[in-house]
């Protein structure tokens, strides 16, 4: 069993750990045993050993008893940084406001959702349309639906009349779903509850019925067996799910990972849009109006992105990135809908777009380096105006029926929490209609962007926050986070977890990595497969920024990252560990030849390819695989994987795997620790009481680890830093 040695507080609290180690006592740290097999798997004649594949079985009492003794373990770490409860309480402190989301019209009531302050799960109120939103009433209440709170809502969908709600749970933050019907005028279940449901929106038809999706049940763990073949299916209200038609389904031939319907606003089309990765998708339609009508097929192959955004009759408005790697709107008649007779509506441009549509107008979200701009366009595509935003930063919700005349959106940036406003679409005026009541003075804070070379001389932007006034003396606590991957974008957004983060003096910097969407299909593409080690790259030279500008220095400079963000994490650790103090990989794809056996994860390979492409593309991938990496005699930095033991869309064994051979391979005394949140997924849905022990976990590992004996904020100016 191995031990660590680590440095703890006794008299002093001003010294750090590096600086006065007279002072302290030194604690030993046991980590369990991990015991290893000799599986070993042939690629292109390489054999790989996989010393810890029976931690992939997450039914098996051994890997249970080894989540048990590495919490214990790592709890028995943390319960001794000397200021976690401090961080807790003032996260929790500041949690507690009210939080109320924009309003939306359903039949003759207005919903929104609303947080009163520290409730596990937002609670959805609602009001007679016309009314004083005071007399609003709890509609639905997720905090009921189990005592811990970790049974949390997955998603809502209403009848076209108002008068009915299908709405999803998800039990343990596992990605499966079940979905209940409910009366809305009398709040009673109607029918029998539909189980085995994921990845799927719900799209009603009428009042008749939903289309959904889901995936035969798996053999085996539900948690980690694959998941490969999506089907839509249709319920008819009054019908037992064993009827439910299958619309349109994968077969063992042609594999479509995920596949959704949707019908328009007026009733009269379907889409179906299949799609084999997480990027690209083909796109049906089926008039619903024509007895038996087949489906249409607008475009037959992946290699685009395409939906249907609006239609006036059979006019179809399309949004798309075939031809036009940022996006554009085309139009087409349903008769002939292939992309031969497309004509641009709203042509690309330079910028990436996001459109949406509400009260008979579209509206165009351009991200211009990673922040909103806002345009309003007539059904002509006629430019009305470009909407004002309070500031610079994320604005979102642009989205209504066509009859209304008011949306409500919402705007954030890394200082300002999130408030709402109410846009006349008419008059293009907005107005503050609410404003977050919270502890925290965002006057005192600025984000500054930059823009850096990567190691291929590509300009990569970030955006750094922190207190004003801040002293670049290499010496600032410093979180530095990453995606780059799957299209998606970081855009400026405040977090009550990076508030507290900053409030300790600490900068938090965001870089927008290629592989990401902030600069479209291109941009994306050049983080995907053979070029995945550019994301890499992108944050290793945001790394060395920050400190060539003396913002931070290795001692305090930490990195993190969750999903996809926390294979950057884990492969920049094991390329550079001697860049960062701290790592914080979350729920990370960090087996990268197996990553792809694992329930959706076959999903994932156009960002990744796959081990069995061909030898090349396995080479690459077991060259920067962080499970694969970890060498024998490498300090690498202070270490805390965190994962959740519901985590089915990257599964557990990730980490569970990272994390022992971490703990056999460190050298030095750096921790190497890992936290499993039980009953807990991928993170959404996660009960906010277990978000704010979570953040005060890492922010005192983190703290603790750059030396900090107490808050930096408490710390007398005669010994910061």
Same mark, same amino acid.
């Given at each position: 069993?191995?031990?660590?040695?680590?440095?703890?507080?006794?008299?002093?609290?001003?010294?750090?750990?590096?600086?006065?180690?007279?002072?302290?006592?030194?604690?030993?740290?046991?980590?369990?045993?991990?015991?290893?097999?000799?599986?070993?798997?042939?690629?292109?004649?390489?054999?790989?050993?996989?010393?810890?594949?029976?931690?992939?079985? !997450?039914?098996?009492?051994?890997?249970?008893?080894?989540?048990?003794?590495?919490?214990?373990?790592?709890?028995?770490?943390?319960?001794?940084?000397?200021?976690?409860?401090?961080?807790?309480?003032?996260?929790?402190?500041?949690?507690?406001?009210?939080?109320?989301?924009?309003?939306?019209?359903?039949?003759?009531?207005?919903?929104?959702?609303? #947080?009163?302050?520290?409730?596990?799960?937002? &609670?959805?109120?609602?009001?007679?349309?016309?009314?004083?939103?005071?007399?609003?009433?709890?509609?639905?209440?997720? #905090?009921?639906?189990?005592?811990?709170?970790?049974?949390?809502?997955?998603?809502?969908?209403?009848?076209?009349?108002?008068?009915?709600?299908?709405?999803?749970?998800?039990?343990?933050?596992?990605?499966?779903?079940?979905?209940?019907?409910?009366?809305?005028?009398?709040?009673?279940?109607?029918?029998?509850?539909?189980?085995? &449901?994921? =990845?799927? $929106?719900?799209?009603?038809?009428?009042?008749?019925?939903?289309?959904?999706?889901?995936?035969?049940?798996?053999?085996?763990?539900?948690?980690?067996?694959?998941?490969?073949?999506?089907?839509?299916?249709?319920?008819?209200?009054?019908?037992?799910?064993?009827?439910?038609?299958?619309?349109? $389904?994968?077969?063992?031939? *042609?594999?479509?990972?995920?596949?959704?319907?949707?019908?328009?606003?007026?009733?009269?089309?379907?889409?179906?849009?299949?799609?084999?990765?997480?990027? /690209?998708?083909?796109?049906?339609?089926?008039?619903?109006?024509?007895?038996?009508?087949?489906?249409?097929?607008?475009?037959?192959?992946?290699?685009?992105?395409?939906?249907?955004?609006?239609?006036?009759? @059979?006019?179809?408005?399309?949004?798309?990135?075939?031809?036009?790697? #940022?996006?554009?709107?085309?139009?087409?008649?349903?008769?002939?809908?292939?992309?031969?007779?497309?004509?641009?509506?709203?042509?690309?441009?330079?910028?990436?777009?996001?459109?949406?549509?509400?009260?008979?107008?579209?509206?165009?979200?351009?991200?211009?380096?990673?922040? @909103?701009?806002?345009?309003?366009? !007539?059904?002509?595509? +006629?430019?009305?105006?470009?909407?004002?935003?309070?500031?610079?930063?994320?604005?979102?919700?642009?989205?209504?029926?066509?009859?209304?005349?008011?949306?409500?959106? @919402?705007?954030?940036?890394?200082?300002?929490?999130?408030?709402?406003?109410?846009?006349?679409?008419?008059?293009?005026?907005?107005?503050?209609?609410? +404003?977050?009541?919270?502890?925290?003075?965002?006057?005192?804070?600025?984000?500054?962007?930059?823009?850096?070379?990567?190691?291929?001389?590509?300009?990569?932007?970030?955006?750094?926050?922190?207190? +004003?006034?801040?002293?670049?003396?290499?010496?600032?606590?410093?979180?530095?986070?990453?995606?780059?991957?799957?299209?998606?974008?970081?855009?400026?957004?405040?977090?009550?977890?990076?508030?507290?983060?900053?409030?300790?003096?600490?900068?938090?910097?965001?870089?927008?990595?290629?592989?990401? /969407?902030?600069?479209?299909?291109?941009?994306?593409?050049?983080?995907?497969?053979?070029?995945?080690?550019?994301?890499?790259?992108?944050?290793?030279?945001?790394?060395?920024?920050?400190?060539?500008?003396?913002?931070?220095?290795?001692?305090?400079?930490?990195?993190?990252?969750?999903?996809?963000?926390?294979?950057?994490?884990?492969?920049?650790?094991?390329?550079?560990?001697?860049?960062?103090?701290?790592?914080?990989?979350?729920?990370?794809?960090?087996?990268?030849?197996?990553?792809?056996?694992?329930?959706?994860?076959?999903?994932?390979?156009?960002?990744?390819?796959?081990?069995?492409?061909?030898?090349?593309?396995?080479?690459?991938? +077991?060259?920067?695989?962080?499970?694969?990496? &970890?060498?024998?005699?490498?300090?690498?930095?202070?270490?805390? &994987?965190?994962?959740?033991?519901?985590?089915?869309?990257?599964?557990?064994?990730?980490? =569970?795997?990272?994390?022992?051979?971490?703990?056999?391979?460190?050298?030095?005394?750096?921790?190497?620790?890992?936290?499993?949140?039980?009953?807990?997924?991928?993170?959404?849905?996660?009960?906010?009481?277990?978000?704010?022990?979570?953040?005060?976990?890492?922010?005192? =590992?983190?703290?603790?680890?750059?030396?900090?004996?107490?808050?930096?904020?408490?710390?007398?100016? *005669?010994?910061?830093?």
């Amino acid at each position: 069993m191995k031990k660590l040695a680590i440095c703890f507080l006794t008299l002093s609290i001003f010294m750090s750990c590096k600086e006065e180690k007279k002072e302290r006592q030194v604690i030993t740290v046991d980590y369990p045993s991990t015991n290893t097999v000799d599986t070993i798997n042939t690629y292109f004649g390489t054999e790989v050993k996989d010393s810890y594949r029976w931690l992939e079985d !997450d039914r098996s009492e051994e890997t249970m008893s080894w989540v048990k003794n590495q919490n214990k373990a790592t709890y028995g770490y943390l319960d001794n940084i000397p200021f976690r409860n401090e961080l807790k309480e003032r996260l929790t402190k500041l949690w507690n406001y009210e939080k109320i989301g924009s309003p939306f019209k359903e039949g003759d009531y207005t919903y929104f959702y609303k #947080n009163s302050g520290l409730q596990n799960q937002y &609670v959805i109120y609602r009001y007679k349309t016309g009314e004083d939103p005071k007399t609003a009433t709890v509609f639905l209440d997720p #905090n009921g639906f189990s005592s811990d709170g970790t049974t949390s809502l997955g998603g809502t969908s209403f009848s076209k009349d108002g008068k009915k709600l299908a709405y999803a749970i998800s039990e343990g933050g596992s990605d499966w779903r079940k979905i209940l019907i409910m009366d809305t005028e009398t709040k009673e279940i109607i029918e029998d509850t539909i189980v085995d &449901v994921k =990845f799927s $929106g719900m799209s009603w038809y009428k009042n008749e019925g939903f289309y959904y999706s889901s995936y035969d049940k798996p053999k085996g763990s539900e948690l980690s067996a694959k998941t490969d073949q999506h089907k839509v299916y249709y319920h008819k209200l009054g019908t037992p799910q064993k009827e439910d038609k299958i619309i349109y $389904g994968s077969t063992p031939e *042609e594999k479509h990972r995920y596949i959704y319907g949707s019908v328009t606003e007026d009733d009269r089309y379907l889409l179906i849009s299949p799609r084999v990765s997480t990027s /690209g998708n083909k796109l049906y339609i089926k008039d619903l109006t024509v007895p038996n009508a087949p489906l249409v097929e607008i475009i037959g192959n992946t290699d685009s992105d395409t939906y249907l955004l609006e239609n006036v009759n @059979s006019k179809l408005f399309l949004a798309t990135n075939l031809n036009a790697p #940022n996006q554009k709107i085309v139009t087409v008649d349903a008769s002939n809908p292939t992309p031969e007779h497309w004509i641009d509506f709203i042509p690309e441009t330079k910028n990436v777009l996001s459109p949406s549509t509400a009260g008979g107008y579209f509206f165009t979200e351009y991200m211009v380096d990673a922040v @909103s701009q806002i345009f309003q366009y !007539d059904y002509n595509g +006629k430019l009305v105006r470009e909407v004002k935003l309070p500031s610079i930063g994320s604005a979102g919700g642009f989205g209504a029926k066509k009859e209304e005349k008011e949306l409500y959106y @919402s705007f954030t940036n890394y200082v300002t929490p999130g408030s709402i406003y109410k846009y006349d679409i008419e008059k293009g005026i907005s107005t503050l209609f609410r +404003k977050p009541d919270i502890d925290f003075n965002s006057d005192n804070y600025e984000s500054t962007q930059v823009f850096y070379p990567s190691k291929d001389g590509t300009k990569i932007p970030m955006i750094i926050t922190h207190k +004003k006034g801040l002293e670049l003396n290499g010496k600032n606590p410093t979180i530095l986070y990453g995606y780059g991957g799957f299209n998606v974008s970081l855009a400026p957004s405040f977090s009550i977890t990076n508030a507290v983060w900053m409030e300790q003096g600490g900068i938090y910097a965001v870089a927008n990595l290629r592989g990401g /969407g902030e600069y479209g299909k291109e941009w994306h593409d050049a983080g995907t497969q053979l070029k995945k080690q550019n994301v890499f790259d992108d944050f290793i030279a945001a790394a060395e920024y920050l400190i060539g500008q003396k913002y931070t220095s290795s001692d305090y400079l930490a990195i993190k990252g969750g999903s996809n963000g926390g294979l950057l994490v884990g492969a920049t650790m094991t390329q550079r560990p001697d860049l960062m103090k701290v790592a914080l990989p979350a729920v990370g794809v960090l087996d990268m030849l197996r990553y792809h056996t694992f329930t959706a994860g076959a999903g994932w390979a156009y960002d990744y390819g796959t081990a069995e492409d061909n030898k090349e593309m396995f080479e690459y991938l +077991k060259n920067y695989s962080p499970v694969h990496n &970890v060498k024998e005699g490498v300090q690498y930095p202070a270490t805390l &994987v965190t994962t959740g033991d519901h985590d089915d869309r990257v599964v557990p064994a990730h980490s =569970f795997k990272f994390a022992a051979e971490l703990q056999a391979k460190q050298s030095g005394a750096n921790p190497t620790l890992i936290r499993i949140e039980t009953d807990a997924g991928h993170g959404a849905g996660t009960p906010v009481s277990k978000t704010i022990e979570q953040a005060a976990d890492i922010f005192g =590992f983190t703290l603790f680890n750059m030396g900090y004996d107490v808050l930096p904020s408490k710390m007398k100016d *005669e010994f910061k830093n």
